[in-house]
């Protein structure tokens, strides 16, 4: 195993999203620029959602380690300059996206959480792409369609939507606040065609 060196180590293990990005970006808020912080999680998904995050926030990514269960993430906190949190401008409420699958619009539902969340429960339709995934699998995307990208809340599928425009999607919208208060018809291993 490489030794790694870090300035501050976060200790995110045994959480699950959104908690490990929430625990990270306090953690850099709280370190100075330059420093690196290792952040110690067990959400498998945390690889891609750390990754994406650092980018979306002008961090930079160093890498992942692998040590048994245990993910280690290291991340470089960057200048004030350099550190501009972008927000994907296009955004809708659940509402707004309810009434387009109301209507039969032609649309895709874009699902970034892990397979595990999507299996549990998701809106009718929805195609899953994990965001780690998503670099890799957005060419199975119509980029002539209007896609709603969902989450729980509206972390991931912002950092997918953001993803996606830079992949040359013109029609993308992050749906805020996502699974977490959509009260629509779902499907999935608890429900099957009906309210969750």
Do not use: C, M
């Given at each position: 195993m490489i030794n790694m060196n870090a300035d501050v180590i976060l200790d995110a293990k045994g959480l699950a999203c959104p908690m490990p990005i929430v625990k990270t970006k306090k953690a850099m808020n709280e370190l100075d620029a330059g420093k690196v912080l290792e952040v110690q999680a067990t959400?498998?998904?945390?690889?891609?959602?750390?990754?994406?995050?650092?980018?979306?926030?002008?961090?930079?990514?160093?890498?992942?380690?692998?040590?048994?269960?245990?993910?280690?993430?290291?991340?470089?906190?960057?200048?004030?300059?350099?550190?501009?949190?972008?927000?994907?401008?296009?955004?809708?409420?659940?509402?707004?996206?309810?009434?387009?699958?109301?209507?039969?619009?032609?649309?895709i539902v874009l699902d970034v959480r892990e397979t595990a969340e999507y299996a549990f429960n998701h809106i009718l339709n929805a195609i899953s792409i994990p965001l780690g995934e998503l670099e890799e699998r957005a060419d199975k995307l119509q980029k002539e369609k209007e896609i709603f990208v969902v989450c729980r809340t509206g972390n991931r599928s912002d950092m997918a939507a953001q993803k996606l425009k830079e992949k040359g999607f013109e029609k993308v919208f992050n749906v805020i606040p996502g699974m977490s208060e959509w009260t629509g018809d779902t499907e999935g291993i608890n429900h099957k065609g009906g309210q969750r």
């Open positions: 959400d498998k998904g945390s690889k891609a959602d750390v990754k994406a995050w650092a980018e979306s926030t002008g961090h930079q990514y160093l890498g992942t380690l692998e040590d048994g269960d245990i993910l280690k993430h290291f991340l470089r906190k960057s200048s004030n300059e350099e550190t501009e949190v972008k927000e994907y401008p296009h955004v809708v409420n659940n509402d707004e996206l309810q009434k387009k699958i109301e209507s039969k619009e032609d649309i």
